[in-house]
């Protein structure tokens, strides 16, 4: 039951998300076997969105899969952070664990690494990914199954499940830190810099430039602050 507990919050968010993007893939045009394809393989809430969008505007495959990549390109970041964690871990652990990671494992995986001194516990990280991957797949099959009720998914609020859910784990992740001015800091200058990225690089790229140039920052600002007692003492 390691980390089963730990992944409610998330497996709330992904009935209302997952179902969303179930009725999406159905209104899409895929039928049952191909959402629950769909979700098994690409598991990425965004990126089934885009998938589902891009059928209906009639995009070639290279289309979809190139941008699907871009989009998921994120997940680079995501994987970096949590390594250290895990490097006493086989490779084909690491390679079950960066499968199943997920924007909203990392939050909590994150927050626990936070509050652990940077360790991470292998069957704990097993049961929050486990646990949050079963309750997709079975949130996208349900919304396959209903979605012919259900025309218009914004009517009952599930396009902003996604987003909301985002920012309850952001909420929580900065909530545990000690120095909550540098981490909105970094947020606001993870905003700049994305939305300042938008004209020159493709979607979905521009996430990964500004949470890069934003993660430099914070860490200049962290060395900063370090030296500050030693230069004031001096």
Not at 47 to 58: P, R
Not at 103 to 130: C, H, P
Request: charged letters at 10%.
């Amino acid at each position: 039951m390691l980390g089963v507990k730990d992944c409610m919050p998330t497996v709330l968010g992904y009935l209302s998300v997952g179902f969303a993007a179930g009725v999406v893939e159905y209104t899409a045009g895929l039928n049952i076997f191909e959402i629950l394809l769909l979700s098994l393989l690409v598991y990425a809430g965004a990126g089934q969105f885009v998938v589902a969008g891009l059928l209906i505007a009639g995009a070639p495959t290279f289309t979809i899969i190139l941008t699907v990549f871009i989009i998921n390109m994120r997940h680079f970041l995501l994987s970096a952070v949590l390594a250290p964690a895990f490097k006493n871990n086989t490779t084909w652990q690491n390679v079950g664990t960066g499968f199943l990671l997920t924007d909203e494992t990392f939050g909590v995986a994150a927050n626990q690494m936070a509050r652990s001194g940077g360790k991470i516990n292998y069957y704990w990280m097993q049961g929050l990914n486990i646990t949050a991957y079963a309750n997709w797949v079975l949130a996208n099959l349900l919304g396959g199954i209903l979605g012919k009720w259900i025309t218009d998914p914004s009517t009952f609020g599930l396009d902003f499940a996604l987003a909301g859910m985002f920012i309850g784990l952001l909420v929580l992740q900065i909530s545990s830190q000690a120095n909550l001015r540098t981490d909105i800091f970094v947020i606001l200058a993870s905003v700049i810099f994305t939305i300042g990225s938008t004209p020159y690089v493709p979607i979905g790229l521009n996430v990964m430039v500004g949470a890069s140039l934003a993660a430099i920052v914070g860490m200049g600002v962290e060395k900063w602050r370090s030296i500050q007692p030693s230069s004031s003492s001096s």
